[in-house]
């Protein structure tokens, strides 16, 4: 073989392992890539409806992701009976009430709160089924914020091969002790999953006995919604307020104690009764010195925590449900460089004595309060509170339950 003979052949011979090499990276550069693009759908099945008053951690999920170009399928709790509706939010997120009947409940809106669709799986199935083919979903992300879900994402998941992320919010055997429906879809949806969220420690070290990937993200702040509305104010009295849901879990007890031990301070509440109504009716209802403002919308209610000298969070921390919180208007209030008075919620023994005081005794929890009126708090500055609530930001929440999410598919 003469030496020019050698030389070309030398040259195919490199040239076809480039063009070998080329391929094989090209594949693992589109292999990449259409997992990147499989994982670009998230069926978030809800705990809320989309347009509820109040935004909170669903929304705040929602809207992150849809910002990140996934597109984002919002399934209401509520059903239609005719036929599917979707509505269009923007180009990245649709907001669906598929049709079902629920068969076991008398009641129609909300129904996913009494249902696990066992009455009538074939009606979802062929509504869930319908809409993803009329919208090319492959291999999506099914994300979850309520147990009743639980046998239409495994139906999802065995037809579809879809992942599924459970996104924990409660410590559901204690908001709802007595109803087998949801405690038996949520262990149902626990052993199905591919990745267990939850908000708390508490939650956390009890869920990692039933699935081995739990990860903690806790609540957090759409800190802009509240900061930008910091204003100079000035009361005729302090005014210490509380905003959110009045249930069995308020320890009324504490607001009338301090109420009827300082008529020289206005209490505010805002919020709309679950369940204690005669109990605040009874407790609180006859004090002058006690204002109820009933339900405020999203939107205005910093204009109201504006003015705030004291944001107490007067949980009962003896309870289950509460030892499950991560408050999220720990992180608002913060968001406004609120001074903080808590019950000993265990999620906030972390910042005690930094960021907010926590105690139970009644009189403790009034000297604390007193304090914080009387500017005599050792509680961190204005500016601290507020660089602290910034970076816990809803968004650096996404970010980190994108990772988790992307981890699924490394």
């Known amino acids: 073989m003469s030496l020019n003979t050698k030389n070309i052949l030398s040259k195919q011979l490199k040239l076809s392992c480039k063009n070998k090499l080329f391929h094989i990276f090209n594949n693992k550069i589109n292999k990449k890539t259409t ?3 499989k994982s670009k759908n998230i069926l978030f099945f809800s705990i809320i409806d989309y347009k509820y008053k109040y935004r909170q951690r669903p929304q705040h999920i929602t809207d992150y ?23 269009k939010i923007n180009k990245n997120i649709n907001n ?26 074939n009606e979802i199935k062929e509504s869930i089924d319908s809409y993803i083919e009329n919208n090319n979903i492959e291999n ?31 410590e559901y055997e204690g908001f709802h002790p007595d109803d087998e429906v949801l405690l038996d ?30 990860k903690i993200i806790r609540n957090g702040t759409e800190f802009n919604h509240f900061n930008n509305h910091i204003k100079p104010y000035k009361n005729e009295k302090p005014i210490i307020g509380y905003y959110g849901a009045l249930s069995y879990w308020v320890d009324f007890e504490k607001i009338y104690h301090a109420a009827t031990k300082r008529p020289n301070y206005d209490f505010v509440i ?9 109990l605040f009716k009874e407790k609180l209802k006859n004090l002058s ?9 999203y939107y205005i209610l910093p204009k109201y925590l504006n003015t705030f000298d004291v944001a107490i969070i007067p949980f009962k921390s003896d309870i289950d449900l509460i030892k499950a919180t991560n408050p999220v208007k720990f992180y608002e209030y913060l968001s406004m460089g609120k001074k903080i008075v808590s019950t000993d919620i265990p999620e906030l023994f972390d910042f005690k004595d930094l960021y907010v005081y926590t105690c139970n005794g009644n009189e403790d929890f009034l000297k604390s309060i007193d304090l ?39």
Not at 377 to 406: G, P, T, V
């Open 96 to 121: 669906i009430f598929l049709k079902f009947t629920n068969k076991n409940s008398k009641h129609f809106k909300n129904s996913i709160s009494t249902t696990n669709f066992l009455s009538n799986f």
């Open 372 to 410: 914080c009126v009387d500017k005599k708090d050792n509680l961190a500055s204005f500016s601290e509170k507020i660089a602290f609530a910034e970076k816990n930001d809803w968004k650096h929440r996404c970010n980190m339950i994108n990772k988790y999410i992307n981890d699924l598919y490394v």
């Open 270 to 278: 805002i919020g709309d009764f679950k369940d204690s109504k005669e």
């Open 185 to 214: 879809s949520f262990r149902h949806l626990i052993g199905l999953t591919d990745l267990v969220i939850t908000t708390s420690n508490f939650l956390s070290k009890k869920l990692k006995n039933l699935n081995n990937n739990v």
């Open 140 to 170: 999506g992300i099914i994300f979850v914020e309520f147990p009743n879900w639980a046998y239409l994402t495994e139906y999802l998941k065995e037809k579809y091969n879809f992942k599924i992320v459970f996104d924990v919010l409660d």
């Open 35 to 37: 997992k990147q693009i």
């Open 289 to 297: 010195n006690v204002k109820f403002l009933g339900k405020i919308d």
């Open 65 to 87: 992701f849809g910002n990140k170009d996934y597109i984002v399928h919002y399934f209401n709790t509520s059903f239609e009976k005719e036929s599917t509706k979707v509505n």
